[in-house]
């Protein structure tokens, strides 16, 4: 018997709602010598609210001692100016990120059985972006000069180092190869952003020689997003720094029907530190507490991070239980309004079948 | 009778072919007393690759000296590696938006009759990005340390300034209050980019009290790049950031049936520099010198200069020709596959009627 120790942090508004029926399956899903052992953390806009506190150094210390992280969302009411901008997220979501070193953020995108594609013919679509994590125009760097005044300047600075470039798509690299189409499209923005474009061309170059059964491909992220709505079956593996990939990733969500079911994993390839998976999707306060939100997004979270931890049997039989609880849904033609915890039941009795 | 000096740079690929139909749109479209007059400027891949040169001291001041600027499109063919990264993009395109100040990149959105839209239901779309085009990540502000080593760092400094910033906001704050709906959405990414973000909502709700009739919206860009594919009815004037702007800009013109329609304006509002006005699209050298290439985006940008130049009536007539050769197409229930001087003829022959 062996442990899975799991920090769980549902966060905000809908985020605990859809955490638990992802616990829920995932108690199902694991191998019966896996013993999954929650700790629930108590994270997010509430409990800064009420304490002041974000992300305490004892409370990180801890979540790193654990063997993965379960995520639901954080974030408060749009607008409550209790909540500087930016508080919870580069306090917390993002703090974990670079704290833990998930520099593969892994955000993969289909469309599945009966969900309706806001695009007229979307055409075959599976494809997943591995977006990086620590680096780009997310790391905080920059700064305030003459704040509040008519001379304000304010900087944000995008940092791109070799050593972070090359390991994302080294990874990216490795996930095409095993993949049956086998291509890799680099998006960036090589013709205005020339210094950090030159890191991602060079080192996508040199790492296409380790891969020659890779295609690869280039496109500027304007481009990415036409071809997007245009043409997304074109896509296999995306490759992309860490502000593109946050923009390319929600529209992928959209174009395949919906950020309710986008699924993602923050990662440490390396697994010096645990690794994090979450939703794509925010906290969603509008609809928290009802007992409405689709908890499915978070349900797909756990087969990323099964799969991650290496029991990809289990992470195989979440995602299958997924797609068989969608197509019935839409061979039975009803438009069911299902509740959170009746979609996580339907998915947990699959799963232990 | 006055003098329309127009600086023309058709550029590479289809660019001098639409620009020529531009041109013929223009010369009928131009009030009795303007006398339109032309002087083309020969730059692009093309030139760079004859001569290294790309846009000389010289050629700018000449260019500087007219009344408003046409161009087509710059860029060679993909991959060719005489042209280094950037090249023209910087030295050319970005270099006549920031040298001629051109603050408000102006691209109107809407769905053409007849258009066939990638979105099953897209709705009433008609909307228009100001898209702040002088400061952001554009600037070229960054470096490289230690290139080509596996210790390379590279960054991408995003300038802001509340001059830069501002100015933009309040250009779009009045275009919003000329139009029915009245309606502005900042679009940025205020909980990551927390110093520029910071600059960017309050320089909205400072000059937001000076227009107490329009409503005020924000999203992320994440988000907005959901709503621009499932609801982009919703949206009137969007304010952004330079590089927000860019990516925003072609989704729009992907979900409104075509990069082929997109029009845009590269504005100097206070008139210290001619304004340059092109299509949103490319040089597309896999289409060029076949005559097949569609002018109508390219014509649309001279119903924006004549607009700005004052001549309200005479954009009124271009846009209404190209609405009413859309509609007859349509009407017409033919895939006729025109030639790009047919539809310069079509366009043209309806506006001097
Ligand atoms: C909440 C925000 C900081 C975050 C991001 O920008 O990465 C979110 O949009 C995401 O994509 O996970
Ligand atoms: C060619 C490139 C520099 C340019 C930009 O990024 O602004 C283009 O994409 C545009 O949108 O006009």
Redesign the interface.
Known sequence: MTSLKLAVIGGDGIGPEVTEEALKVLEVAAPAELKVEPTRYDLGAERYLATGEVLPDAVLAEIREHDAILLGAVGGKPGDARLP??IL??GLL?KLRFELDHYVNLRPSRIFPGVV?????PGDVDFVVVREGTEG??T?N???L??????????????????GV?RVVRDAFARASRRPRRKLTLVH???????????W??LVNAVAAEFPDVTVDYLH???A??FL??DPSRFDVIVTDN?FG??L???A???TGG?GLAASGNINPDRTAPSMFEPVHGSAPDIAGQGIADPTAAILSVSLMLDHLGHSQAAAAVEAAVLADRAELAASGRDVRRSTSEIGDAIAARVAH
């Not at 300047?153 to 050593?163: G, K, P, Q, R, Y």
């Not at 923005?189 to 890191?199: D, I, Q, R, S």
């Open positions: 901008a930016g997220e580069r993002l594609s806001p695009l007229a013919a125009p997310y905080g920059g700064g305030t003459r704040a509040g005044t008519p001379h304000e300047v304010a900087t944000e600075v995008s940092l791109n180092t070799a050593h090359e923005k090589t013709n205005v952003l020339v210094h950090a474009g030159a890191v061309s060079r992220v304007d481009a997003t036409i709505t245009t502000l946050d923009i990733t929600d529209l969500a959209a174009i950020i």
